[in-house]
């Protein structure tokens, strides 16, 4: 079994920087994707920002220019860097890797709780 956990939400004002981490935990032989998703009341869940094993990184044009996504794979963690947050960016975001537990297995995708990111005009 594999855990993400979510840290790093909080609430900030339009301009503002929040750094939002995800550490999985557990069975891991290796992780291939992970990704960052939001989601607000009354919308779909969305995909925010993505990152391959080798470090290649996908935004959403939403928030191109604006967040950075980075990667520690020996931690197994990877990072959401937002900056400029505006009110539109409130959601809980969501960490979802794609984790293989043994060397011939096959992966499936975990998801974490969530943590709340809440930002006022």
């Known amino acids: 079994q594999v855990q993400l956990v979510e840290s790093g939400g909080g609430s900030v004002q339009a301009g503002g920087s929040l750094r939002l981490s995800c550490a999985a935990s557990?069975?891991?032989?290796?992780?291939?994707?992970m990704t960052w998703y939001r989601q607000s009341p009354g919308k779909e869940r969305e995909l925010v920002a993505s990152?391959?094993?080798?470090?290649?990184?996908t935004y959403a044009d939403s928030v191109k220019g604006r967040f950075t996504i980075s990667r520690d794979n020996a931690k197994n963690t990877i990072y959401l860097q937002m900056n400029n947050l505006q009110p539109e960016d409130t959601a809980t975001y969501y960490c979802?890797?794609?984790?293989?537990?043994?060397?011939?297995?096959?992966?499936?995708?975990?998801w974490g709780q969530g943590t709340q990111v809440t930002v006022s005009s």
């Open positions: 557990g069975i891991i032989f290796s992780i291939n994707a």
């Open positions: 979802n890797a794609d984790v293989a537990g043994c060397p011939r297995g096959n992966s499936q995708y975990y």
């Open positions: 990152i391959t094993d080798y470090h290649k990184p």
